[in-house]
């Protein structure tokens, strides 16, 4: 299993920015499952995966953390890695 886990927090603007990129790249990859965490009530998560920047974007497959990562909202390198992740 695929998953992309989306950092991100309710008063970061970036993080409402690229929301609907992430929006369409779930609709486009639909074999890889795309979900938020809100670092507010994931915060220990958060700290353990070392997120600093919101939003954060950690790749996982099939429970083992992979070495995709991207840290703000550059929609390029989002649709990047995930197509490279795919």
Do not use: W
Not at 3 to 24: D, T, W
Not at 57 to 70: A, E, K, L, P, S
């Amino acid at each position: 299993m695929k998953v992309v886990v989306n950092f991100f927090s309710p008063f970061s603007r970036a993080s409402g920015l690229i929301e609907s990129a992430v929006e369409e790249l779930a609709r486009n990859y639909p074999h890889i499952t795309f979900v938020k965490a809100d670092i507010e009530k994931f915060e220990e998560i958060g700290n353990e995966c070392g997120v600093v920047v919101f939003p954060t974007f950690i790749f996982f497959r099939d429970g083992v953390r992979q070495d995709n990562v991207v840290v703000g909202a550059n929609r390029t390198d989002l649709e990047k890695n995930v197509r490279d992740f795919s």
